[in-house]
């Protein structure tokens, strides 16, 4: 089947269009602009064998498949916002054609410009913050032992002192951590005009050492970007077995959720 469909990546302002010669998004297609009044979304054109609503559904579980098509998404999204203001819609965003774009546009054009008025010279940063938390499992190492528990002691009483002790621990850390969150609230604050809380990740999506806390994304302006993030590092100093990461700048992912269209208004749209 030779049909095509729109993959649509972003919203931008039409009054200064930016150059997108050579820019390439999902699945290798050139990426052109599709405008309506005062807005205009970055789109390329996509199979529908590999894009329907039926294919993004296994698209969707396909780790694989999901990489590279966030990889190309977040490339054409960063593109633009090194040019001009941007809002990022959600992956796998795809319409039947290039009137349904237009046809979204229109109808949430007035909110649109809104919002990129409000973004102008705004960029975000993440700010997560990793704890070292001894593990809570009865059987599990501890740091040190309990520096109390003589040799030989009942296994009874060195078992509930081993489980004090590891409690104990934990509630330090979590203090710790705690104290951590408290200031980089505070230094965010006169720099930061949003924040936006996610949830921790755990496991695998972690990715690195230590236990996510925080994960929090703050809208800066861009001008105060180097002190906010200078800011940022230095929020956990002197707090032991705490650590703050902090990514950026990107566009502003995190504070166009309440407008941005979703996958599901994709190729199942009628």
């Given at each position: ?43 390329s ?6 894009f ?52 979204m ?7 649109f ?8 010279d ?22 040190a ?14 078992y ?56 929090d994304?703050?809208?800066v ?16 100093d ?11 700048p ?13 996958a ?5 749209q009628?």
């Amino acid at each position: 089947m030779d049909e095509q469909l729109c993959y649509a990546y972003a919203v931008v302002g039409s009054s200064a269009p930016p150059d997108l010669a050579g820019v390439r998004g999902v699945a290798g297609a050139p990426v052109t602009l599709v405008d309506s009044g005062a807005v205009a979304a970055a789109i390329s054109a996509v199979p529908w064998e590999g894009f329907s609503e039926a294919a993004l559904k296994v698209g969707l579980e396909d780790l694989e498949w999901l990489e590279a098509t966030a990889r190309a998404h977040h490339s054409v999204i960063e593109t633009l916002a090194a040019h001009t203001t941007v809002l990022p819609l959600r992956l796998a965003t795809v319409y039947l054609d290039e009137a349904r774009v237009r046809q979204m546009l229109r109808e949430r054009e007035a909110d649109f410009a809104a919002l990129l008025d409000r973004l102008t010279d705004h960029v975000e940063w993440g700010v997560k913050v990793y704890a070292e938390v001894p593990p809570s499992s009865p059987s599990a190492p501890t740091a040190a032992p309990p520096p109390s528990e003589p040799a030989g002691a009942d296994a009874g009483r060195a078992y509930l002192r081993r489980r004090r002790y590891q409690r104990q621990a934990r509630e330090d850390a979590w203090r710790v951590a705690e104290e951590a969150v408290r200031r980089t609230e505070q230094q965010a604050r006169g720099l930061a005009v949003e924040r936006t809380r996610h949830r921790p990740q755990q496991g695998g999506l972690a990715r690195v050492p230590g236990e996510n806390v925080a994960n929090d994304a703050y809208l800066v302006p861009r001008r105060l970007s180097e002190e906010f993030r200078t800011r940022m590092l230095h929020a956990a100093d002197g707090l032991p077995g705490v650590r703050v990461d902090v990514t950026g700048p990107w566009a502003p992912y995190s504070f166009t959720a309440s407008v941005a269209p979703g996958a599901a208004e994709g190729a199942g749209q009628r």
